[in-house]
């Protein structure tokens, strides 16, 4: 016989304003097997346990049924407090009546009607329950980290320096990421590259951490603990253990006329290239769409001048496998395209240009050895208009419904910054907010404002003409005066809104985790887990996860290494026990769940059969691997015998439900 | 369920909700406090895959008048690919249920993900219309399992 307890939380009044939860937990009192039945304010705090605790001593239960907030909340807190008292925590079930009945449901009557109904439907899958013991399986002791930008290198150097491996994966030819191209960074005005590039030069020489540069993720395989990757090295055809990085093929190339992608196209790169100087790792890659020994097999010059034999022009795409326990996605942000804001010319007009492209064109390392010159005619601007949220909180489909977030204080920082050195150079910022959260943020605009005297505006900017004089007619509003403004602007610079890299999707895909509809992953809880995704095993580092600045970014990094490191400490994780498991008697080996598992883990074995007749029979029958299954429930459905069933959710249970709430 | 004259006819929903997607769905929809009636009763399972149609049958057996299945967007499952089988699944058992003569509007998949709370509450409203619409589910419903 069933004995089981029955624990109604008013979370505070969260539950009990709506819900009348003396009412629900008489009802369920009243249900077979129910012994006892309790209600108490806060289930989840420290007495609230206790109280389950003691029932559970006290009255000897069998399962438990607590009604409060959802199961994706504090299912695994109640579960402990069942351990700690001895029972099975897989004997606990959880009636969610906080976010889908109070939180919902205004009409108290019928609000309390549905939470009795919910509350039976859990004691009556509860009286299924079976306990369950969670099996272990084996961590691997080597973390991947998806993307070499700061993120990835922060996570790889955390992760590193617990004395782990780690493998870092980057589609480029070199790590460094965003963070590579941008001049200063706010509020303190310092400059990337030189706190970048020691970072990136600390994790090459790093004994612990192996950097695959032009390489992408083909395949990911298994589960927590045990990841099986597959890196697809993409072809740079020189050999990268003799590649020495003295640049001489680049200069002796005579193919020199490719847009250089990381000065945003500005200038040009030869078609062997190193991106930039401080490039990690410091190998040329020749760009196979620009090579003139690849497009008509005549040329062949870097090969010539290359004292170290490293060009090899025959080389392939390689794959390589790799057991890891942990699996760190950085994978970073890109600027959207600006096709579709056709009224900002920044397709017609070579001296608009993008945020990101000034941190080029200011950059001493850029195309202009630092000196802000127009793109178009290569003379000083001295009127620069600003444009704030091009594609970002825009509720329509061109745009990005969110905040980019740091659009606001990388223009405060470009305002300041050329008005420092230009003072002659007028600057207009048309904003719709300013928003500055962060430490020293406010101030920093403010400094731009007061001290700079840069002009902002509040209003949306309506079209950019570029004139046949060179200038271009800026049409704004400015909400505040309530007027049309017309400025000759020299320069326009548009704040693009930032949104996850493309790769990020198919990225998903294979890792199984979940993005939200902007394509950014989705983390396990949004306040209290903001670094794991929900697959266990999987962690986000930086923009990824949302926009986010590179203070954010970095302590986004440690945060996932430091989760990863959790991970990778322990010898062996226990697994998921709600696994699929067959009933050997009735499974005829058909195949068909084998077929439907997305994981492998069903195999066949042959087994001996005591037959009615004292003969023995071997049969072909399927077999679940614990370790494997991740419990889906898909071979269960497929099954025709109905041999397959899943703990935790078997199809008894399920049926229970079904009736309780259809009674 | 009874219908009153003075009193709208009340359906009883059963939605089937992946673990991943749709139920954080639906728990987000609760957070951000929109509204659904409380028709729709939801229950809980790890994948919309694990949903076999014999439950979806035994719920209009028992008296339900619609069932909806929610999992995540195809592509997005969190078993890579269970929401394809459950999209051939139910292909195949609401065709079936068409021959029978059930309305096609009793029944739904609806791939709603973790962060739609808004979209759970609004299929969830034009749902119950639809249910409601159609009055009690009597063909189906097996009278002597109704609790006396």
């Not at chain 1, 190339?253 to 990381?262: L, S």
């Not at chain 1, 699929?580 to 439907?596: I, P, Y």
């Not at chain 2, 791939?111 to 119950?128: D, H, P, R, Y």
Request: net charge neutral.
């Amino acid at each position: 016989m069933q004995r089981i307890g029955v624990f109604v939380c008013h979370c505070g009044t969260n539950i009990a304003a709506t819900v009348d939860v003396k009412a629900v937990a008489e009802a369920l009192g009243r249900e077979p097997g129910v012994i006892v039945s309790q209600d108490y304010q806060y289930m989840c705090s420290e007495s609230g346990q206790n109280l389950v605790k003691n029932a559970i001593k006290e009255h000897k239960l069998t399962g438990v049924v607590v009604c409060s907030c959802s199961p994706r909340m504090h299912e695994n807190t109640f579960r402990n407090a069942a351990a700690s008292a001895g029972l099975n925590p897989y004997l606990v079930e959880i009636a969610n009546i906080r976010e889908q009945c109070s939180w919902i449901h205004k009409d108290i009557a019928s609000a309390t009607e549905k939470a009795i109904i919910l509350g039976k439907a859990a004691v009556a899958k509860v009286h299924l329950n079976a306990p369950l013991t969670a099996g272990e399986s084996p961590v691997v002791k080597r973390a991947l980290v998806i993307g070499g930008g700061i993120a990835g290198i922060q996570t790889a150097l955390d992760i590193a320096e617990a004395g782990f491996d780690v493998d870092i994966v980057e589609k480029k030819p070199t790590i460094g990421g965003k963070m590579a191209q941008i001049d200063k960074t706010f509020p303190t005005l310092d400059c990337a590259a030189c706190i970048l590039t020691p970072k990136m030069v600390e994790a090459s020489q790093n004994e612990h951490i192996t950097i695959h540069s032009y390489s992408e993720v083909a395949d990911v395989k298994g589960f927590v603990g045990n990841f099986t990757v597959t890196i697809k090295k993409k072809a740079r055809f020189v050999d990268e253990t003799k590649c020495t990085g003295c640049g001489l093929c680049t200069e002796k190339c005579p193919m020199k006329k490719v847009p250089n992608e990381f000065n945003m196209g500005f200038d040009n790169r030869s078609a062997i290239y190193i991106p930039f100087a401080q490039a990690v790792p410091k190998v040329a890659t020749i760009d196979p769409n620009n090579c003139m020994m690849m497009k008509t097999g005549k040329c062949g010059v870097c090969s010539k001048v290359c004292s170290a034999g490293a060009i090899d022009y025959k080389q392939e795409d390689r794959l390589i496998e790799q057991q890891y326990g942990a699996i760190v996605v950085a994978t970073g942000f890109e600027p959207i395209k600006l096709d579709k804001y056709d009224e900002f010319a920044y397709n017609q007009c070579p001296d608009v240009v993008t945020s990101l492209e000034l941190e080029r064109l200011m950059n001493a390392a850029g195309p202009n050895g630092g000196t802000l010159l127009r793109p178009s005619d290569k003379t000083h601007p001295h009127k620069i208009v600003f444009v704030q949220c091009v594609g970002s909180r825009c509720d329509d489909s061109k745009g990005k419904p969110y905040c980019s977030k740091i659009c606001c204080m990388y223009t405060a920082k470009h305002a300041m910054l050329i008005r420092e050195k230009y003072p002659d150079t007028e600057v207009y910022v048309f904003y719709i907010d300013v928003r500055t959260p962060g430490k020293n943020f406010d101030e920093f605009y403010r400094r731009a404002v007061e001290q700079y005297n840069v002009h902002y505006i509040k209003g949306m900017v309506g079209k950019v003409t570029p004139r046949s004089d060179g200038k271009i007619d800026v049409q704004a509003s400015d909400l505040l005066a309530n007027e049309q403004l017309h400025i000759d602007a020299d320069m326009v610079v548009l704040a693009a809104a930032i949104e996850p890299d493309k790769t990020a999707r198919p990225l998903a895909t294979m890792l199984t985790t979940q993005m939200d509809t902007n394509d950014f992953f989705t983390e396990a809880h949004p306040k209290l887990r903001p670094v794991e995704s929900a697959t266990a095993g999987i962690f986000l580092s930086g923009a990824c996860q949302g926009p986010k600045d590179i203070p954010e970014t970095v302590a986004q990094a440690s945060a996932a290494a430091a989760k990863a490191i959790v991970l990778l400490v322990k010898n062996s994780i226990t697994c998921n026990p709600c696994v699929a498991h067959s009933d050997e008697l009735m499974c005829n080996g058909c195949s068909s769940c084998e077929k439907v598992c997305p994981y492998g883990a069903i195999t066949y074995i042959d087994k001996e059969f005591k037959m009615p007749d004292r003969t023995i029979a071997v049969r072909r029958v399927a077999s679940v691997n614990p370790a494997v299954c991740q419990g889906c429930g898909a071979c269960t459905v497929a099954c025709p015998s109905g041999a397959m069933d899943l703990n935790g959710f078997s199809n008894s249970q399920i049926i229970a439900e079904v009736d309780a709430i259809c009674k | 369920m009874q219908v009153n004259e003075n009193k709208e006819f009340q359906p009883l929903i059963v939605a089937f909700c992946c673990n991943w997607c749709s139920y954080a769905g639906a728990d987000l929809a609760g957070t951000n406090r929109l509204n659904y009636p409380d028709n729709i009763k939801i229950i809980r399972v790890p994948c919309s895959c694990r949903v076999n149609p014999m439950f979806i049958l035994r719920a209009f057996q028992r008296g339900a008048d619609g069932v909806i299945l929610c999992g995540c967007h195809p592509g997005d499952c969190h078993y890579t690919s269970g929401n394809y089988f459950t999209r051939r699944r139910m292909t195949l058992l609401f065709s079936m249920l068409d021959f029978l003569g059930i309305e096609r509007d009793r029944t739904r998949v609806e791939w709603v993900s973790a962060a739609e709370g808004a979209k759970f509450a609004a299929t969830m409203n034009e749902f119950t219309e639809a249910v409601k619409k159609l009055g009690p589910n009597r063909r189906l419903e097996d009278l002597r399992c109704r609790k006396q």
